[in-house]
Antibody, heavy 122, light 109 residues
Framework: QVQLVQSGAEVKKPGASVKVSCKAS????????INWVRQAPGQGLEWMGW????????NYAQKLQGRVTMTTDTSTSTAYMELRSLRSDDTAVYYC???????????????WGQGTLVTVSS | DIQMTQSPSSLSASVGDRVTITCRAS??????LNWYQQKPGKAPKLLIY???SLQSGVPSRFSGSGSGTDFTLTISSLQPEDFATYFC???????????FGPGTKVDIK
């Protein structure tokens, strides 16, 4: 079955960087893009950015420009999200999600990874 | 940028109730609207895409409608496993990303 499995929880100090992985299985990795979405404790869903697994094109949320980098490794069907200069308000659960556009017109996120808790604390 | 709002922000309902959640976009997004369900400690799950298409495996008591700026998610007969938070998402604007509404929490009356 189509599945995204993320790396484990991280605890980082302010100013550090974190890199979260998202390993895909059950489908042709390069046929779909991967989005990253985060959710601060008790809050809503914030879209962070998208990467094409086909050609590595990216589109980042404006507020994260300069601090976030998304990459893929097609040899292992894995997507990565690195966030630098971490602050306390980056504490959140980070999700990867496959972007499905198989309808030819519409796009949606399915499936999602299980989430990775990143805690930023001194 | 397209802004998404949802109403109500929370509601209390009983098993068997008909529940309707509204999502509004700040500009027309045609039918580029998805709905997700999220339970505590879990990742969101796709329910409805393209405003009214039911994702495979999702119970038929869930339905979506609307186009342009106003959309609704309806649960025809609320079941115990439906108590969760529901998010809408616009998939119209690629440059700004597919942003989400703030969510509607459905809990037990």
């Amino acid at each position: 079955q189509v599945q995204l499995v993320q790396s484990g929880a991280e605890v980082k100090k302010p100013g550090a960087s974190v890199k979260v992985s998202c390993k895909a299985s059950g489908y042709t990795f390069t046929s779909y893009g991967i989005n990253w979405v985060r959710q601060a404790p008790g809050q809503g869903l914030e879209w962070m950015g998208w990467i094409s697994a086909y050609n590595a094109n990216t589109n980042y949320a404006q507020k994260l420009q300069g601090r976030v980098t998304m990459t893929t490794d097609t040899s292992t069907s894995t997507a990565y999200m690195e966030l630098r200069s971490l602050r306390s308000d980056d504490t959140a659960v980070y999700y990867c999600a496959r972007e499905d556009d198989s309808s030819g017109w519409f796009n949606w996120f399915d499936p999602w990874g299980q989430g990775t808790l990143v805690t930023v604390s001194s | 940028d397209i802004q998404m709002t949802q109403s109500p922000s929370s509601l209390s309902a009983s098993v068997g109730d008909r529940v309707t959640i509204t999502c509004r976009a700040s500009q027309s997004i045609s039918s580029y609207l998805n709905w997700y369900q999220q339970k505590p400690g879990k990742a969101p799950k796709l329910l409805i895409y393209a405003a009214s298409s039911l994702q495979s495996g999702v119970p038929s008591r869930f339905s979506g409608s609307g186009s342009g700026t106003d959309f609704t998610l309806t649960i025809s007969s609320l079941q115990p496993e439906d108590f969760a938070t529901y998010f809408c998402q616009q998939s119209f604007s690629t440059p700004q990303g597919f942003t989400f509404g703030p969510g509607t929490k459905v809990d037990i009356k």
